[in-house]
């Protein structure tokens, strides 16, 4: 088992920045990667950015040069540094763990809206 818990969403103005932090704990050792996805109202839920346990990155188009994820392993935590927000970017950002090949483990989700 896996437990992901979120932190640092908020309510912030278009072209400012946030901050989302991922703590994990459990049985991390078999976590082949982490991944922020994101649920705007009414849409479907879209990956964002992941970051394997090499430490190989990858984010969606729309994101960018805007948001950069990265992890700190000794505290088992994963990043989501997001600048020049957008009101697009408003959803709820989760947190998720690859376990095998599948994302099997999912935070409990942090609100980020962003006010034109």
């Known amino acids: 088992q896996v437990q992901l818990v979120e932190s640092g969403g908020g309510l912030v103005q278009a072209g400012g920045s946030l901050r989302l932090s991922c703590a994990a704990s459990g049985n991390i050792f078999s976590i082949n990667a982490m991944g922020w996805y994101r649920q705007a109202p009414g849409k479907q839920r879209e990956l964002v950015a992941t970051?394997?346990?090499?430490?190989?990155?990858n984010s969606a188009d729309s994101v960018k040069g805007r948001f950069t994820i990265s992890r700190d392993n000794a505290k088992n935590t994963v990043y989501l540094q997001m600048s020049s927000l957008k009101p697009e970017d408003t959803a709820t950002y989760y947190c998720?763990?690859?376990?095998?090949?599948?994302?099997?483990?999912w935070g409990q989700g942090t609100q980020v809206t962003v006010s034109s």
């Open positions: 970051i394997t346990r090499g430490g190989y990155r």
């Open positions: 998720a763990a690859l376990y095998g090949t599948s994302w099997s483990y």
